[in-house]
């Protein structure tokens, strides 16, 4: 492929640094879900302005809604904007949840410092295979990858799951030796999307006994989680005030995520929370002033307060900011 590019030429960093820092350090590393360009904006602004490193982070459908040429070129002005605003902090860009083998090799080929490859609904020993190719060719250019074990509920882009399966902690130690793998997803009762539990019931609290349990088999081995927005529900609230329908949307409460950011736990994964805010704000600033057709306005209004959002998260729920 004549346009491939490596991920240091677009000045990103992979996750192999931060990672052993937020190890070192009782905090995790924010990774961010984006789909356009005010997002992207928006979790380099709120970043930045807190000293926060940051793994911005595309879905396979997310990737192909971009245009993937296009998307090299995001992520390059998105180093280039932090750094303009006088911040150096590190940048990765990773896919979430490859699926195959070629996707993950073209997002290597294309600039991506990192990429998760999810084979988790596979048989385990299958699992293993998938990832370990994956590694394989990522690590001849210094890419880091993710893997997974257990399978989260929920829906995510192409990724669904009627219920989940945890992590056995049993099955780490061998994963993580036959693999190679950089960072490991487990599953320990948070879930995809913005209803992760049924509306009216008590959010059974996440499975600490598990990750304490995968620490003890594979110690200083960064531990990522996914479905881990918490559901802001002034966000919920304003989209059904101005005619949305999101009945019982709820989400894990950020004292079980700022206690996961404590532990093995680098890398937590917000992409709900990011589209609440978003269409809460553009639903309200539409209902509120009528008249107005200029994508700026509401989309402008949007970004706003989704960087003030990122920086609460930073501060208040991973423990990143002024860490980088």
Known sequence: MGDSVHFSELGLANTREMFAKAMAGGYAIPAYNFNNLEQLQAIITA???????????????????????????????AVAMARKMGSNIPICLHLDHGDSFELCKSCVDSGFSSVMIDGSHLPYEENVALTRKVVEYAHQFDVTVEGELGVLAGIEDEVSAEHSTYTRPEEVEDFVKKTGVDSLAISIGTSHGAYKFKAGQAVPPLRFDILEEVEKRIPGFPIVLHGASSVVQEYVELINKYGGKMEGAVGIPEEQLRRAARSAVCKINIDSDGRLVVTAKVREYLAQNPGEFDPRKYLGAARKELVKLLKEKNANVLGSAGKA
Do not use: F, H, N, W
């Open 47 to 77: 970043c930045a302005e807190t000293g926060s490193p940051v793994i911005v982070q595309v879905s396979k459908g997310a990737r192909d809604y971009a245009d993937q040429t296009m998307l090299r070129y995001m992520a390059m002005g």
